[in-house]
């Protein structure tokens, strides 16, 4: 799904690092909550040791990624991140995995 590749391109970059310049507006609630749900579905079956965090863990990853990406710019990377986000944004996707793990493991 769409915005599960999205969510595990925040956990697979987790060794990479930029903000993009968007000025993002709020996602659509239900946007919101599909990332989330499937972020949360998908951490638990591929990270198992991470489970527990899944919720808050996606949840600061969208509420990170609205502040960044246009929904437009969000729903345009779709199910490949490789090649359809530039560096910059892989490297804001790696930057906002690496915040959120800390926030929620801390």
């Given at each position: 799904m769409r915005m599960q590749a999205i969510s595990f391109?925040?956990?697979?970059?987790?060794?990479?690092?930029v903000a993009s310049t968007a000025i993002a507006a709020?996602?659509?609630?239900?946007?919101v909550s599909r990332f989330t749900t499937e972020c949360a579905t998908a951490l638990k079956e591929q990270v198992?040791?991470?489970?527990?965090y899944g919720n808050a863990y996606c949840s600061c990853v969208i509420n990170e990624l609205?502040?960044?990406?246009s929904l437009d710019e969000f729903n345009a990377i779709?199910?490949?991140v490789q090649a359809n986000a530039s560096p910059e944004v892989r490297q804001?996707?790696?930057n906002t995995a690496q915040t959120c793990l800390q926030r929620v493991t801390q």
């Amino acid at each position: 799904m769409r915005m599960q590749a999205i969510s595990f391109l925040s956990l697979s970059y987790l060794s990479l690092g930029v903000a993009s310049t968007a000025i993002a507006a709020p996602y659509p609630p239900e946007v919101v909550s599909r990332f989330t749900t499937e972020c949360a579905t998908a951490l638990k079956e591929q990270v198992p040791q991470m489970a527990n965090y899944g919720n808050a863990y996606c949840s600061c990853v969208i509420n990170e990624l609205q502040t960044s990406l246009s929904l437009d710019e969000f729903n345009a990377i779709g199910q490949n991140v490789q090649a359809n986000a530039s560096p910059e944004v892989r490297q804001m996707l790696t930057n906002t995995a690496q915040t959120c793990l800390q926030r929620v493991t801390q």
